[in-house]
């Protein structure tokens, strides 16, 4: 089990920038050992990946709809993974999760991931 914890979240303007980091204190593990990915939660909505990187860093995946304006990145130094987010419109508004896990699919969904932080509210106002 890794513990999560999200930071970062708050109110931006459409066009606008923020950037989300997720610590991480893995137990019986390291952090490199985890594939990190960012989840988000619009309300009446489904959770769904937006980003996921895999061990090294070297492979990322981004959902279709925030290619060109998400970015993430890890530091495994610092056991922290963290979400770059450019150009913000009001459809990004929801709650962010940061998740780990073992083994990670080539898309990445909610089953692959077993730890998950508490979430961190991101709303951008058009």
């Known amino acids: 089990q890794v513990q999560l914890v999200e930071s970062g979240g708050g109110l931006v303007q459409a066009g606008g920038s923020l950037r989300l980091s997720c610590a991480a204190s893995?137990?019986?593990?390291?952090?490199?050992?985890?594939?990190m990915g960012w989840f988000r939660q619009a309300p009446g909505k489904e959770r769904d990946c937006v980003a996921a990187?895999?061990?090294?860093?070297?492979?990322?995946y981004y959902a279709d709809s925030v290619k060109g304006r998400f970015s993430i990145s890890r530091d495994n130094a610092k056991n922290t993974v963290y979400l770059q987010m450019n150009s913000l419109k009001a459809e990004d508004t929801a709650v962010y999760y940061c998740?780990?896990?073992?083994?990670?699919?080539?898309?990445?969904?909610?089953?692959?991931?077993?730890?998950w932080g508490q979430g961190t509210q991101v709303t951008v106002s058009s």
């Open positions: 998740a780990a896990a073992r083994v990670l699919k080539v898309v990445p969904t909610t089953a692959d991931f077993g730890s």
């Open positions: 893995a137990s019986g593990r390291t952090f490199s050992s985890y594939a």
């Open positions: 990187i895999w061990w090294s860093g070297s492979s990322t």
